[in-house]
């Protein structure tokens, strides 16, 4: 499959070799390579392979634009085919990045005026955290669905006040039920931009929240792993 | 003048308005150097197959033109293209009854591997020039209406398409050679032209989008009408709704919708709600009430629920979609949705796209009742026996009794009455001088 979608790529120009794999919970890990060979809009995911492989996998990227390293966030899939294998890298491991891919991305101009709520489940965090990383001064708050309060993925990296952890399986979130819940409680100003990423399901039951509260489609915007 | 060492080809296109249009302008190609256009049947010395692999259908219905055409044309020089080639190069390679396969993006230099081949040279397909626009404007075709091809690719990466693997990412053509291509296509005596790409929505050449584009193409001086091709609901402006005051524009937009269940749209990463959508049918409709909208719908959908498939018949309705394509979900190997969870029986995938049918019978019937008694421009596209066929405006297929007419005309016609059912239904109309 890769070589089917970009069959004329340099191939030396998409191998990254992975510097480190930071252990974030026992599922749930970064890969960093070394800096993005290509410019992205924060938000933008690619498609990652194993070399020497014949898949391949979207992860929306993890760092910030103008970061030293880019870096994804990956949860191991329990049956899953490609993140047990993406599991047994290592520190020298050779990956293939193709992209940037996709629409979801923060446009400069937006990043510098606008109001943000930023909705993810799970691993669906990672683009608010390229986002925040390229933009320290973004007015945001980021609302994060997960089922462990473990799963806060770099939590400590977004102003308190900021960061909202809805956890569904223990008592250790701010709000401790899931995100659509907490949602349902919000109150948010008529002009907000809300990003909403990953599964399809919360996806879906947010948007009813959101539209349900007055808001417009046109002012939500999604990005859907499974 | 035909001498005996002019050389033959017939071409087989299978597949969307992309590809009908490529073929066009590979016969262009062959026609300007000398070889002669012919069926299948014939003997040719050439047969190029414009393959599709969009749904295992089509890979079947591309296996079966390729060992046909291999077989009826015994000598001949086999040469497989389009999207099939892409998506199983290495297995088309290997079988003896194909000469050359050739991926899309290389498709349009075909006419030099031939050249190449029958000279003597050894040339492999990989080493012919990569781009996806240099198709020469239609001269010699196959059709009346010529496509000019403003965009390919895509990367919207809906989990049910095969499309970004086979077409590659999104890419725009420059401004001036769609221009140019547009001019000379016109300059060429074609009457109607049909804007062509894969996701034609979203093409951008610096600062120019497809609201731009489209108001310039517009502004080419001649006798022409521009239809544009399928499009995806990505979200319109009210410019866009206001070009199609414009008379050369046709107040037709085949809009896919896919499914009318926003839990569907999200699973295949669709970028609209149903909402979204009904907001862009709602201005077009508020400013001309008879606007045809067509469709793209698939049915069975890994998890769609009986719901969620009432959903999309109840959009059907509402949206009054005048035609449908309606596709049974088929797996495409590597593509999100092969991974999805609850594939549906094929037995309940048949029973609602007969489901869809039906309801865009029914619609089809309704809408053509909504123009007897009006006029519309057909443009002539054949001729049988006194009587010619062709679409109006609005891209509704019209019957009517004309001697002496010529393909290519375009006549003003009363329309009478339906005829015919299902998908060959059509208006009869009389001539008005
Ligand atoms: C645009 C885009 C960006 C993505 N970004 C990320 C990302 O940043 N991080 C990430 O971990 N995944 C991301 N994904 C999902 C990723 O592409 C893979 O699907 C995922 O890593 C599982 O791959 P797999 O082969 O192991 O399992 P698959 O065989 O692909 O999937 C098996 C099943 O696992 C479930 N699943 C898929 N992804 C997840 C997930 N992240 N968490 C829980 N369950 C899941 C689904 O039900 C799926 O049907 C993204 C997907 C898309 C479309």
Same mark, same amino acid.
């Given at each position: 499959?890769?070589?089917?979608?970009?069959?004329?790529?340099?191939?030396?120009?998409?191998?990254?070799?992975? @510097? @480190?794999?930071?252990?974030?919970?026992?599922?749930?890990?970064?890969?960093?390579?070394?800096?993005?060979?290509?410019?992205?809009?924060?938000?933008?995911?690619?498609?990652?392979?194993?070399?020497?492989?014949?898949?391949?996998?979207?992860?929306?990227?993890?760092?910030?634009?103008?970061?030293?390293?880019?870096?994804?966030?990956?949860?191991?899939?329990?049956?899953?085919?490609?993140?047990?294998?993406?599991?047994?890298?290592?520190?020298?491991?050779?990956?293939?990045?193709?992209?940037?891919?996709?629409?979801?991305?923060?446009?400069?101009?937006?990043?510098?005026?606008?109001?943000?709520?930023?909705?993810?489940?799970?691993?669906?965090?990672?683009?608010?955290?390229?986002?925040?990383?390229?933009?320290? &001064?973004?007015?945001?708050?980021?609302?994060?669905?997960?089922?462990?309060?473990? @799963?806060?993925?770099?939590?400590?990296?977004?102003?308190?006040?900021?960061?909202?952890?809805?956890?569904?399986? &223990?008592?250790?979130?701010?709000?401790?039920?899931?995100?659509?819940?907490?949602?349902?409680?919000?109150?948010?100003?008529?002009?907000?931009?809300? &990003?909403?990423?990953?599964?399809?399901?919360?996806?879906?039951?947010?948007?009813?929240?959101?539209?349900?509260?007055?808001?417009?489609?046109?002012?939500?915007?999604?990005?859907?792993?499974? | 003048? +035909?001498?005996?060492?002019?050389?033959?080809?017939?071409?087989?296109?299978?597949?969307?308005?992309?590809?009908?249009?490529?073929?066009?302008?590979?016969?262009?190609?062959?026609?300007?150097? /000398? !070889?002669?256009?012919?069926?299948?049947?014939?003997? #040719?010395?050439?047969?190029?197959?414009?393959?599709?692999?969009?749904?295992?259908?089509?890979?079947?219905?591309?296996?079966?033109?390729? =060992?046909?055409?291999?077989?009826?044309?015994?000598?001949?020089?086999?040469?497989?293209?389009?999207?099939?080639?892409?998506? $199983?190069?290495?297995?088309?390679? =290997?079988?003896?009854?194909?000469?050359?396969?050739?991926?899309?993006?290389?498709?349009?230099?075909?006419?030099?591997? +031939?050249?190449?081949?029958?000279?003597?040279?050894?040339?492999?397909?990989?080493?012919? #020039?990569?781009?996806?626009?240099?198709?020469?404007?239609?001269?010699?075709?196959?059709?009346?209406? =010529?496509?000019?091809?403003?965009?390919?690719?895509?990367?919207?990466?809906?989990?049910?398409?095969?499309? #970004?693997?086979?077409?590659?990412?999104?890419?725009?053509?420059?401004?001036?050679?769609?221009?140019?291509?547009?001019?000379?296509?016109?300059?060429?005596?074609?009457? *109607?032209?049909?804007?062509?790409?894969?996701?034609?929505?979203?093409?951008?050449? /610096?600062?120019?989008? $497809? *609201?731009?584009?489209?108001?310039?193409?517009?502004?080419?001086?001649?006798?022409?009408?521009?239809?544009?091709?399928?499009?995806?609901?990505?979200?319109?402006?009210?410019?866009?709704?206001?070009?199609?005051?414009?008379?050369?524009? %046709?107040?037709?937009?085949?809009?896919?919708?896919?499914?009318?269940?926003?839990?569907?749209?999200?699973? %295949?990463?669709?970028?609209?709600?149903?909402?979204?959508?009904?907001?862009?049918?709602?201005?077009?409709?508020?400013?001309?009430?008879?606007?045809?909208?067509?469709?793209?719908?698939?049915?069975?959908?890994?998890?769609?629920?009986? *719901?969620?498939?009432?959903?999309?018949?109840?959009?059907?309705?509402?949206?009054?979609?005048?035609? +449908?394509?309606? $596709?049974?979900?088929?797996?495409?190997? /590597?593509?999100?949705?092969?991974?999805?969870?609850?594939?549906?029986?094929?037995?309940?995938?048949?029973?609602?796209?007969?489901?869809?049918?039906?309801?865009?019978? *029914?619609?089809?019937?309704?809408?053509?009742?909504?123009?007897i008694g009006?006029?519309?421009?057909?443009?002539?596209?054949?001729?049988?026996?006194?009587?010619?066929?062709? !679409?109006?405006?609005?891209?509704?297929?019209?019957?009517f009794?004309?001697?002496?007419?010529?393909?290519? %005309?375009?006549?003003?016609v009363k329309l009478t009455g339906i005829v015919?059912?299902?998908?060959?239904?059509?208006l009869m109309g009389e001539?008005?001088?």
């Amino acid at each position: 499959m890769m070589s089917l979608m970009k069959p004329d790529m340099q191939m030396d120009v998409s191998f990254y070799k992975v @510097e @480190e794999i930071r252990h974030l919970t026992d599922e749930t890990f970064s890969l960093k390579l070394p800096k993005a060979r290509f410019a992205f809009k924060a938000g933008q995911h690619i498609s990652l392979g194993i070399v020497g492989g014949n898949q391949s996998r979207e992860y929306s990227i993890y760092s910030g634009e103008n970061d030293e390293n880019l870096e994804l966030l990956i949860k191991e899939v329990d049956n899953g085919y490609f993140t047990p294998r993406l599991r047994k890298l290592k520190a020298g491991s050779m990956v293939e990045v193709h992209g940037p891919f996709g629409k979801f991305g923060m446009e400069p101009e937006l990043a510098a005026s606008g109001k943000f709520v930023f909705i993810a489940s799970g691993t669906g965090i990672a683009p608010f955290r390229s986002i925040v990383h390229t933009y320290p &001064d973004i007015d945001y708050r980021i609302i994060h669905g997960v089922r462990y309060s473990k @799963e806060a993925y770099d939590r400590e990296e977004y102003a308190g006040d900021r960061y909202t952890l809805c956890t569904s399986r &223990d008592k250790g979130g701010d709000y401790n039920g899931r995100l659509t819940g907490y949602l349902k409680t919000c109150k948010f100003a008529p002009e907000t931009q809300f &990003d909403l990423c990953g599964n399809s399901n919360m996806i879906f039951d947010a948007l009813e929240i959101l539209k349900g509260k007055g808001f417009d489609r046109d002012q939500i915007h999604c990005e859907v792993y499974f | 003048m +035909i001498t005996n060492d002019k050389k033959s080809v017939a071409f087989k296109t299978l597949g969307c308005r992309l590809n009908q249009y490529e073929t066009d302008a590979l016969v262009t190609d062959f026609s300007n150097a /000398g !070889y002669e256009l012919v069926d299948y049947n014939a003997s #040719p010395d050439v047969v190029i197959i414009n393959t599709c692999t969009v749904t295992n259908q089509s890979d079947t219905k591309s296996r079966s033109v390729i =060992s046909q055409s291999a077989r009826k044309a015994k000598n001949a020089v086999v040469v497989v293209t389009g999207c099939m080639a892409n998506n $199983f190069k290495e297995k088309l390679e =290997s079988q003896e009854n194909i000469t050359f396969v050739v991926e899309n993006n290389r498709k349009s230099s075909i006419l030099s591997l +031939i050249d190449a081949h029958f000279s003597g040279e050894i040339v492999h397909p990989d080493q012919l #020039p990569l781009d996806v626009f240099r198709y020469q404007p239609v001269h010699k075709s196959l059709h009346t209406r =010529s496509a000019v091809k403003i965009q390919d690719g895509c990367d919207n990466f809906c989990t049910f398409c095969i499309i #970004p693997m086979v077409r590659g990412m999104a890419a725009s053509r420059p401004v001036a050679d769609v221009l140019e291509s547009v001019r000379k296509t016109v300059e060429n005596g074609f009457r *109607e032209i049909v804007i062509t790409g894969v996701n034609i929505g979203r093409y951008e050449d /610096g600062t120019v989008r $497809f *609201e731009e584009l489209l108001a310039m193409i517009l502004e080419v001086p001649g006798d022409f009408r521009v239809r544009i091709s399928s499009l995806e609901p990505d979200g319109f402006g009210d410019d866009f709704v206001k070009l199609f005051s414009h008379p050369k524009l %046709m107040p037709h937009l085949h809009l896919c919708l896919q499914s009318g269940s926003d839990k569907t749209l999200l699973r %295949m990463r669709r970028m609209y709600d149903v909402a979204q959508f009904r907001k862009t049918v709602t201005k077009f409709r508020a400013v001309y009430p008879h606007f045809n909208f067509t469709t793209d719908i698939i049915v069975g959908f890994p998890g769609e629920t009986d *719901e969620e498939f009432q959903q999309t018949l109840d959009a059907i309705k509402e949206f009054n979609f005048s035609h +449908i394509h309606t $596709f049974k979900y088929s797996v495409r190997k /590597g593509t999100r949705a092969e991974r999805l969870e609850n594939h549906l029986p094929e037995k309940i995938k048949t029973e609602r796209s007969l489901k869809v049918r039906d309801l865009s019978v *029914e619609n089809k019937r309704h809408y053509f009742e909504t123009f007897i008694g009006q006029t519309q421009d057909v443009l002539i596209e054949k001729i049988s026996q006194g009587t010619v066929s062709g !679409y109006g405006e609005h891209y509704i297929p019209v019957h009517f009794k004309l001697s002496g007419a010529q393909k290519n %005309m375009i006549k003003k016609v009363k329309l009478t009455g339906i005829v015919g059912q299902d998908d060959e239904m059509y208006l009869m109309g009389e001539l008005v001088d």
